[in-house]
């Protein structure tokens, strides 16, 4: 008798574990508010070869979404801007995950704009580099850069990473 209970909580562990793993890779995470701007893992769209000009993606509407390689697999929305040579990205200054990845080397990485998924890696800009950087997605974005909006930092505060194709 004392096996009926524990074949049940086994059981039980296996179904919470199966339905959380279910739903922590299928879960769209449409938005880039509240809790929608939880991780998911799964990146989707189309592995394409990269534009000779990534501005011309400045077209696509909403964010992007990046998935750095390795473990977690954790998949986030990023506001960016196009240029010719590659993708803008930016983060508040908060010692934020995937920001401290690529610091640590963890670089490479996946971004799916529109329909297209693109094998890039990202390289920190730092100093007064990043300002012309900041500008440029701040006119997409439509984010001042001298005043904080939705946090402490103002805009030209941020972080800045360039995404290249690898």
Excluded at 20 to 36: D, H, K, R
Excluded at 99 to 120: F, K, Q
Aim: no cysteine; aromatic share 10%.
């Amino acid at each position: 008798m004392n096996n009926k209970p524990n074949i049940g909580i086994i059981a039980a562990t296996v179904v919470l574990l199966v339905g959380a793993l279910s739903y922590v890779y299928t879960a769209p995470y449409p938005g880039n508010e509240g809790l929608s701007r939880t991780p998911g893992v799964r990146i989707g769209g189309t592995d394409s070869a990269p534009p000779r000009d990534f501005s011309s993606l400045n077209d696509v509407g909403g964010n992007l979404i990046m998935k750095l390689s390795g473990f977690p697999p954790f998949v986030v929305y990023l506001s960016f801007v196009g240029t010719p040579e590659g993708v803008i990205t930016a983060t508040r200054p908060d010692g934020g995950y995937w920001a401290r990845r690529v610091r640590e080397g963890r670089n490479e990485g996946w971004l799916r704009i529109g329909d297209e998924t693109y094998a890039m890696q990202a390289t920190e800009i730092l100093g007064d580099a990043r300002i012309p950087m900041l500008e440029l997605w701040s006119g997409r974005t439509r984010m001042p850069m001298d005043i904080a909006v939705g946090g402490p930092d103002p805009l030209r505060e941020w972080e800045v990473f360039f995404w290249t194709p690898r």
